[in-house]
C-alpha cells in the first residue's frame, strides 16, 4: 500500500505489512485514532473497529510484525486471558499499547508483568495520543523489562544422533503450525545440512550478519536472512573448507541477544557440544534440547551435558530427547537402562522411521509436513516447547511442560 493509499484509507484492506496496527471496540475511538494517523503522517497504517480476538486473529496473519499495536479492551469479558492469547502471537520486538475504560492501577500492574508498553484510558483525544504514542516510527519507551523470545541450544550427546533433524523440524512446527515467529541458525561454519533440510540455498547470511552484528535491523535482517513461508527465517554459513576464521564468540552473543527481541524462538542447531562457542550458546539458553540415543556412549556424554547444562548460573531445563536413529538389535541398550544411567527419564523418544527421515532429508519436506508416528513425536517435542497441550502423548513419556522451572520460561495460554 502507498503512502497516500495508507492514509487516506487506513482500514481499506489488510496490508502486506504495517507499521502501525489499532483495533478500537466502538466507532469514535476508532475516529480518533484515524485522525491521529492522518495528522502525523504515518504510513503504512492498519486501523479498524474491532477487539482483542480481531487483532490476535489478524497478527497470527500478518508475514511481517508492526513497529506498534494498538488495541481496545473495553468489550473484553476477560481480559488479561485474551490479551496473553494475543501475547503468542505478537513477536517481541512489537510494542503493545491497551485501551480501556477504567483508570485502574492494579489492571495497569498486571499488564506490565505481560509485557504491554502503556494503558490509555478513554476517552482519545488527539493531543492524549501524541503525547503518549508519539508520531512516525516512534515507539512507546516501556517501564518495564523488554520482552524477549527464547534461546532454544539444540545439542547432540553424539555425532549422528539427529540433531539437525529435531531442530529444523520442531523450527518448522513453530512457524507453520504454532504461528510464531522463528529464526533457525545452523552454526556450522563450513556448511551443515540445514539447507538440505529445508530445501533453501546457503546465502551465507550468518558469516555477513556476524561482522555486522551492530547493523542488524528489521530490513538488514530480511536480507542476510533466507525466509521460508513468512514465519521461518534460516541463519546459515558456508566458509571454505580450508578457512581459518572461527567464530566470533562475542559476535554470537550479540547476534542471539538482537534476534530475540524480534522472534518469539531462535532455535540453534549446534554441531559441536564443546568449544567456546558452544558453551556461549549453552549459557544463554532458555532450554537446552538435549538429543541422544540409547547406547553406552551416549549415556556418559549425556550425563556430562546435563552436569553442564544444569550446574550455571541461570538453572535452565533440559529437554531430553531419546532418538532411535538405527533399527534395535540385540546389542542395543534398553531404554529403561539408559534412563537409569543419565538418572532421569527421557522427555521425548523419537520412534525409528528411516524411510520418513530418508525421504524427507532427500526429498523434502519435512517430516512434520507429513503424517506417522516420527512426524507426530517431532510436533509433539514442538508442541512441548510452546506450552500447549500434547495430543497423543505416549503414557510413559514425561512432560516437559511439568518441569517447575519451565512455568517461569513459557508464555502459557490462558
Given amino acids: 500500500m502507498s503512502l497516500i493509499e495508507s492514509l487516506a484509507n487506513p482500514t481499506r484492506s489488510v496490508p502486506p505489512q504495517a507499521e502501525f496496527v489499532a483495533f478500537l471496540a466502538d466507532e469514535q475511538s476508532t475516529e480518533t485514532v484515524e485522525r491521529f494517523a492522518l495528522a502525523r503522517m504515518m504510513p503504512h497504517t492498519y486501523i479498524r473497529q474491532g477487539n482483542v480476538a480481531d487483532a490476535t486473529e489478524f497478527m497470527a496473519k500478518l508475514e511481517r510484525p508492526p513497529r506498534q499495536l494498538v488495541v481496545d479492551i473495553s468489550t473484553s469479558a476477560m481480559a488479561l486471558s485474551e490479551l496473553a492469547a494475543l501475547a503468542e502471537v505478537c513477536a517481541p520486538s512489537v510494542s503493545v499499547v491497551v485501551i480501556g475504560e477504567r483508570n485502574d492501577v492494579g489492571l495497569f500492574r498486571e499488564l506490565l508483568r505481560m509485557g504491554v508498553d502503556e494503558y490509555i484510558s478513554k476517552p482519545l483525544t488527539i493531543d492524549l495520543l501524541t503525547r503518549l504514542l508519539g508520531g512516525p516510527g516512534a515507539v512507546v519507551a516501556p517501564v518495564h523489562q523488554v520482552r524477549t523470545g527464547k534461546l532454544v541450544a539444540c545439542v547432540g550427546a553424539r555425532g549422528g544422533v539427529g540433531v539437525s533433524t529435531v531442530a529444523a523440524n520442531v523450527a518448522f512446527h513453530l512457524a507453520h503450525n504454532v504461528d510464531r515467529r522463528v529464526v533457525l541458525i545452523d552454526m556450522d561454519p563450513f556448511g551443515g545440512p540445514m539447507n538440505i533440510l529445508l530445501g533453501t540455498q546457503c546465502n551465507n547470511g550468518l558469516g555477513d550478519v556476524l561482522k555486522n552484528v551492530r547493523r542488524l535491523d528489521t530490513q538488514y535482517m530480511e536480507r542476510t536472512t533466507v525466509s521460508l513461508g513468512g514465519k521461518l527465517f534460516l541463519l546459515t554459513a558456508q566458509n571454505d573448507l580450508d578457512s581459518p ?71 535452565v531445563p533440559v529437554m531430553l530427547i531419546a532418538n532411535q536413529p538405527r533399527q534395535s538389535g540385540r546389542g542395543e541398550l534398553a531404554m529403561r537402562d539408559f534412563e537409569e544411567a543419565v538418572g532421569r527419564r527421557a522427555s521425548h523418544v523419537l520412534p525409528y522411521d528411516h524411510d520418513s527421515a530418508s525421504r524427507a532429508e532427500n526429498l523434502g519436506p519435512p517430516v512434520v509436513a507429513s503424517r506417522g508416528a516420527l512426524a507426530m513425536a517431532l510436533k509433539r517435542v514442538g508442541d512441548d516447547l510452546a506450552g500447549r497441550q500434547l495430543e497423543d502423548k505416549p503414557k510413559r513419556a514425561f512432560s516437559f511442560r511439568d518441569h517447575p522451572l519451565l512455568r517461569h520460561l513459557l508464555e502459557w495460554r490462558a
Avoid at 245 to 259: N, Y
Avoid at 261 to 269: A, C, E, G, K, L
Avoid at 274 to 292: D, F, I, K, W, Y
Wanted: no cysteine; proline share 6%.
Fill in 245 to 315: 576464521e572461527p567464530m566470533d564468540v562475542a559476535a554470537l552473543r550479540e547476534l542471539v541477544s538482537e534476534l530475540k527481541r524480534h522472534f518469539h524462538y531462535v532455535i540453534i542447531d549446534m554441531p559441536d557440544r564443546a568449544g567456546p562457542a558452544a558453551m556461549a550458546v549453552l549459557e544463554e539458553a532458555q532450554v537446552v534440547a538435549l538429543v541422544t540415543e540409547p547406547s553406552v556412549y551416549a549415556a556418559r556424554e549425556t550425563a556430562r551435558l546435563i552436569r553442564i547444562a544444569e550446574t550455571r548460573d541461570a538453572h
